[in-house]
Nanobody, 123 residues
Framework: QVQLVESGGGLVQAGDSLRLSCAAS????????MAWFRQAPGKEREFVAC????????YYAESVKGRFTLSRDNAKDTMYLEMNSLKPDDTAVYYC????????????????WGQGTQVTVSS
């Protein structure tokens, strides 16, 4: 069992920065990849970014590329998402996930999910 807990969300203005954290706890049989997804009101959950845990290789959705940076700290079992130049369209609940490295931009790739943290960006 793996528990993922997101934190760091909040209310910010457009252009501001925010750093999200995802802390993992419990026994994990494998952690090939971790990712961030987000879901805005009335919209489907969408891929934001992912990282291959062993190598640190990252991929980003086009909508956040160049603005968001994903990283991890192995010693702390924590993944981070640094969000810069935030836009109102970034408003969503952000979810942390852990899974394989088969289709890391797809929800079905992940078997563990956090509870989500709210990010609200005002104009």
């Amino acid at each position: 069992q793996v528990q993922l807990v997101e934190s760091g969300g909040g209310l910010v203005q457009a252009g501001d920065s925010l750093r999200l954290s995802c802390a993992a706890s419990g026994r994990s049989f494998s952690r090939d990849s971790m990712a961030w997804f987000r879901q805005a009101p009335g919209k489907e959950r969408e891929f934001v970014a992912c990282i291959r845990w062993s190598s640190g290789t990252t991929y980003y959705a086009e909508s956040v590329k160049g603005r968001f940076t994903l990283s991890r700290d192995n010693a702390k079992d924590t993944m981070y998402l640094e969000m810069n130049s935030l836009k109102p369209d970034d408003t969503a609940v952000y979810y942390c996930a852990s899974g394989s490295w088969l289709a890391p931009d797809k929800e079905k790739n992940y078997n563990y999910w956090g509870q989500g943290t709210q990010v609200t960006v005002s104009s």
